[in-house]
């Protein structure tokens, strides 16, 4: 098996004297490809129209020497290189050899099985070489494969974290999001001036009697995902959907960057995007709206061991929901709590005392326009 590796190897012998190359044919052609070049010229020629694996060449030729002839060579492909001198060329030879240019000399006359040795080993040297090669480059490979699979590892974690993030900032405020990241938990707080805003379907129990549950459900979907564009313009803070009816709250987590005027116009704009929608589809016609806006305290935070929410608690939730209920179909009706701070940004009129579920009387007032800025 060996010997049919060193055979299929093409070796290149290149002497000025015809009868030195036909004795190295007629000794070496058993067990190798030999190629017999009788100048350097010849040698340039064979040496571009094959793959040469090793070159033997004579070190005193006419016009270029042996040594001249190899520095001449590329170094790639792989090719050993090795000459045949006399004693009196040993210090040039030597020399090319310290270059690394010459694996070996051979002094003359040589014999055929020492120089069968040198050229076996010279050839087992090659082999290696070019194992020792290939395994380079196998392993610059695979080390190339493993970076492309860390980095495409690295780029799916770092994409599995910005969805999770954007998860967690769908469902949380942003502050409320990094605490949790940070803790696993997060405390409740309170705010001593929030503006609550309750929305709700009328008459939604018959209305969805009579659509199937797909359609419905694409209904609510459509209104409130257009609110959700509306309270995330304002700075508002979306709590949560009960069935038909949609929860926010301006001023918090951040209090104050969202007053009750921010609250009020983001109302007036959810009014305003229904009755663009039921133009453009009929069918949402039959949804109308009320809604009720109530300013005082709450207490925030996030409940849950598992499935976390973040929900808002106290009177000014419960009020804004009655709110709501003492609303008409496309008002926005509000406490004087919510008028007091926005009466210079709005007109309203005034309902008087309305009578409101467990709270009693209750001052309201219905939001008309916007004062205009002169």
């Keep these: 098996m060996e010997q049919d590796i060193y055979k ?32 350097a010229e010849e040698g340039f020629e064979i040496l571009k129209n094959n793959d040469i694996a090793l070159i033997i060449t004579d070190q005193r030729m006419p016009g270029m020497t042996g040594v001249q002839f190899l520095q001449h060579i590329a170094d790639e ?7 045949l001198t006399g004693f009196s060329d040993i210090e040039a030879v030597i020399d090319a050899i310290n270059t690394g240019k010459v694996y070996r000399y051979i002094t003359k006359p040589w014999d055929k099985e020492e120089l069968k040795i040198t050229i076996d080993r010279a050839i087992e040297a090659l082999l290696l070489i070019k194992k020792n090669k290939t395994l380079i480059e196998e392993l610059e490979e695979a080390n190339e494969h493993l970076e492309e699979k860390v980095a495409q590892r690295t ?3 770092n994409k599995q974290k910005e969805e999770i993030e ?12 990094e605490e949790l990241k940070v803790h696993s938990k997060s405390k409740a707080k309170r705010f001593e001036e929030t503006t609550v805003m309750f929305l709700d379907i009328e008459d939604f129990t018959r209305i969805a009697e009579s659509m199937s ?86 207490v925030a935070g996030v409940v849950g ?70």
Excluded: Q
Excluded at 312 to 317: L, Q
Excluded at 345 to 359: D, E, L, M, P, T
């Design 77 to 83: 492909p792989v090719k050993i290189r090795m000459i």
């Design 213 to 298: 549950p797909e359609a419905v459900v694409d209904s609510l979907d459509r209104c409130f995902s257009k609110f959700d564009e509306i309270v995330s313009k304002h700075k508002l803070e979306k709590i949560k959907t009960i069935g038909d009816a949609y929860l926010c709250v301006g001023g918090l987590p951040v209090e104050g960057e969202a007053r009750a005027e921010h609250v009020v116009t983001a109302a007036m704009e959810m009014l305003d995007a229904m009755e663009k929608m039921k133009i453009e589809m009929p069918e949402m016609s039959i949804f109308n709206f009320r809604i009720g806006i109530h300013t005082g305290p709450v």
């Design 155 to 157: 780029a799916e974690v």
């Design 305 to 374: 061991a598992k499935k976390f929410a973040y929900d808002i608690w106290g009177d000014t939730v419960n009020t804004a929901a009655r709110l709501e209920e003492s609303s008409v179909t496309g008002k926005i009706n509000i406490s004087s709590s919510t008028y007091e701070l926005i009466k210079d940004h709005f007109i309203c009129n005034y309902r008087g005392k309305i009578s409101a579920k467990n709270k009693g009387e209750i001052d309201m007032y219905f939001v008309e326009v916007p004062i205009r800025k002169a």
């Design 166 to 177: 954007n998860l967690l900032l769908n469902i949380f405020p942003k502050e409320v999001a």
């Design 8 to 39: 299929s190897l093409n070796v290149l012998y290149v002497d000025d004297e015809l009868d030195n190359l036909l004795v190295f044919r007629s000794a070496f052609r058993r067990y190798y490809n030999i190629f017999t070049a009788n100048s």
